[in-house]
């Protein structure tokens, strides 16, 4: 079987469930037939190639860590869609001259979302938002003060709005993707130095 994109994984699983031995291919190490091309045509030339040994199979891994494996891509996934929000989020930030990344060591973090809620929420006394620092931040409430005079200009805030809301809903769904009951993880080797 040639895996093609993600065409291949429901009959791939169908028929390893029933026993079957199954080849997953690699289209790029399956040279294919000159001429038109058809899925027939493409099954032919995979059978042939695999008839005289040409073909090695690719590995798919099986039960929990099959499991496993997709809960980490989801959560990789989603965490390339959080640094992109993030991005628009402080590419508002600077646009409107306030300069939190210098002062707070993460815009996502305590102070910096403490912050930036604030800012969208109406509040743009810079005295007033320094006071939501967090304990932890080791930046003074005066650095963060001058960090955040600047121009909170509509259409920058519209931006800033837009790039917090896809993270809150990110954030809740990576903390979703956890095993429900930890099985996927449990009994599981991992490799020393992993």
């Known amino acids: 079987m040639e ?8 009959i791939f699983e169908l028929l390893d469930a029933r026993g079957f031995t199954v080849f997953l291919v690699n289209a ?7 001429g038109r ?9 995979l059978q042939r190639l695999h008839s005289f040994g040409l073909l090695r199979a690719s590995f798919r891994p099986k039960g929990q860590i099959a499991e496993l494996r997709a809960y980490v891509r989801q959560r990789e996934l989603l965490l390339e869609y959080a640094a992109s929000h993030i991005q628009h989020m ?5 646009e409107m001259n306030l300069q939190l990344h210098h002062v707070v ?5 305590a102070t910096g979302l403490g912050i930036i ?10 005295e007033a938002l320094a006071c939501l620092r967090h304990y932890s ?7 963060i003060a001058k960090a955040l005079t600047g121009s909170y200009r509509a259409e920058h805030l519209l931006c800033a709005r837009s790039g917090t809301r896809p993270l809150r809903r990110l954030s809740r769904e990576g903390i979703s993707l956890r ?8 009994g599981t080797q991992h490799p020393q130095g992993s």
């Open 90 to 94: 402080q590419k508002a930030l600077t």
């Open 37 to 45: 091309k058809t899925d027939v045509s493409d099954a032919q030339w």
């Open 105 to 109: 060591a993460d815009i996502t973090g």
């Open 3 to 10: 895996s093609t994109s993600v065409y291949w994984i429901p």
């Open 137 to 143: 931040c080791h930046s003074s409430a005066e650095a």
């Open 28 to 34: 790029r190490d399956a040279k294919h037939v000159p």
């Open 117 to 126: 809620r604030a800012i969208l929420a109406g509040e743009r006394d810079p």
């Open 179 to 186: 095993c429900p009951d930890r099985s996927c993880v449990e």
